[in-house]
């Protein structure tokens, strides 16, 4: 299948340092690509769908201002999370799709201090 | 929107038993519908996936039912191995043309095969 890579996988901050993630598609191109948070043995809830050369669209209940995503190319969608505090410590999992099948990065664990 | 309830949230099962998850969703609309597997700390992945123009998948030892009527799916993983445990998640989506929308998930089965 289709391969998605996410960086960094892990990542330990201070409180109030911004943390930027990277969600790459290796061998094909996403013109959309989503953004997923997982508190631990819970299911992937859907933070915003990010849309290459227009903005994302956020879900319901999740700052905009917060949680920064740019799609500046077909391969490439970031995830930063601005002023980060513990509660933002989280498993962050970007996918993007493919003729019609959706494939996950890694995630990346954020741990804020 | 699409609302897709997941059952059992833990499933226990003898190495070499069979494992049934099953799910339901709710908008008629839905046509796609994958699983997958997350093992601990990594992303989900893909393992089998059906469309709603058929009522059966088989892949190995792993098989997917959907009955558009009932609306539910279920997941059938035969001769398990201790390397299948893993939570397992469905989800269920409408797919205009090639263009997949957002995914619904159910909250995932924790699966695991005792040697």
């Known amino acids: 299948g289709a391969v998605v890579s996410q960086h960094p996988s892990r990542v330990i901050c201070k409180s109030g340092t911004s943390v930027k993630i990277e969600c790459r598609s290796l061998d094909f191109q996403a013109t959309t690509m989503f953004w997923y948070r997982q508190f631990p043995k819970k299911s992937l809830m859907l933070m915003a769908t990010?849309?290459?050369?227009?903005?994302?669209?956020?879900e319901q209940g999740v700052e905009k201002d917060k949680f920064l995503i740019n799609h500046a190319s077909l391969t490439l969608s970031t995830l930063t999370v601005t002023s980060a505090h513990p509660e933002d410590s989280s498993f962050y999992i970007c996918?993007?799709?493919?003729?019609?099948?959706?494939?996950f990065g890694e995630g990346s664990r954020l741990t804020v201090l | 929107g699409e609302n897709v309830e997941q059952h059992p949230s833990t499933l226990s099962v003898q190495e070499g038993d069979s494992a049934v998850i099953k799910c339901t969703y709710s908008?008629?609309?839905?046509?796609?519908f994958p699983w997958y597997k997350q093992e601990l700390g990594k992303g989900p992945q893909l393992i089998i996936d059906?469309?709603?123009?058929?009522g059966e998948k088989k892949d190995q030892r792993i098989a997917v039912t959907l009955n558009k009527t009932a609306k539910h799916f279920s997941l059938h993983i035969t001769e398990t191995q201790p390397e299948d445990s893993a939570v397992y998640f469905c989800?269920?989506?409408?797919?205009?043309?090639?263009?997949?929308?957002?995914?619904?998930f159910g909250r995932g089965t924790q699966l695991t095969v005792w040697p």
């Open positions: 059906i469309r709603s123009n058929v």
């Open positions: 996918s993007a799709s493919d003729d019609g099948e959706l494939f």
């Open positions: 990010s849309n290459e050369g227009s903005k994302a669209t956020y």
């Open positions: 908008d008629s609309a839905s046509n796609y």
């Open positions: 989800a269920a989506t409408p797919v205009r043309g090639s263009t997949l929308g957002r995914l619904y």
